[in-house]
């Protein structure tokens, strides 16, 4: 089993839809969590983090978080084509010393 | 502004030569990260350091070597480059601790022939 798991897509929503992105994890000792945007060519560029259970929103972003469950996901609301993108799930182990595990990512794919 | 840079962006080599990546960042960061990206595998880690003088071997170690001599700069050395080392690299740094970012370099794509 992957430590930490993505559907690969690729997920495709409309403009203007809630597009949600899952990832589940295997280790119980998992810390923090990560999400991180990349576009085709470049490198990964931070969303959001989430280190407590329930949701943390930021503008039309909202991580949610459910470690009984070992699941991270992340919503966008009003999804735009400039959403479209890769999606990058990755978890910090406790005492890794910043270490992170990724995803393989979900390929996100917003139509006009 | 700080930031982290890597060189070269590009790069195309022979089977067999060493190659050294550069990484430079300018934010003061404890520690430094190599990945490699590849279709069907994500990311991987290959080393990381916490600190000057201090390396320290991730999942994909094996041909790979780096050293830490400053704050700033992790270069990364393929010993004797293999097709199998065809790749995108990016490095990564973040303050310190178990919850601070990782912020990418632009990464150095790499063809090994």
């Known amino acids: 089993q992957k430590e930490v798991e993505q559907n690969s897509g690729p997920l495709s929503v409309p403009e203007g839809a809630i597009a949600s992105l899952n990832c589940t994890y295997s280790?119980?000792?998992?810390?923090?969590f990560f999400w991180y945007r990349q576009y085709s060519g470049k490198s990964p560029e931070l969303i959001m983090f989430i280190y407590s259970n329930g949701d943390k929103e930021d503008g039309r972003f909202t991580a949610q978080l459910n470690k009984a469950s070992q699941y991270v996901s992340l919503l966008i609301r009003d999804s735009q084509p400039s959403d479209s993108a890769t999606y990058l799930c990755a978890v910090m182990l406790y005492n890794q010393g910043g270490k992170l595990i990724f995803g393989q990512g979900t390929e996100l794919s917003v139509k006009p | 502004d700080a930031e982290i840079t890597q060189s070269p962006r590009h790069k195309i080599t022979e089977t067999g030569r060493q190659v050294t990546l550069a990484c430079h960042q300018t934010w003061n960061h404890n520690n430094m990260f190599w990945y490699r990206q590849d279709l069907g595998h994500g990311l991987r880690l290959i080393h990381y350091s916490y600190g000057v003088h201090d390396t320290n071997k991730g999942e994909v170690s094996d041909g790979y070597s780096v050293s830490r001599s400053n704050t700033e700069d992790l270069p990364l050395t393929l010993e004797s480059a293999a097709s199998s080392q065809t790749s995108v690299y990016f490095c990564?740094?973040?303050?310190?601790?178990?919850?601070?970012?990782?912020?990418f370099g632009p990464g150095t794509r790499l063809t090994v022939l």
């Open positions: 990564a740094s973040s303050l310190t601790g178990n919850t601070d970012t990782q912020y």
């Open positions: 280790d119980r000792g998992s810390q923090s």
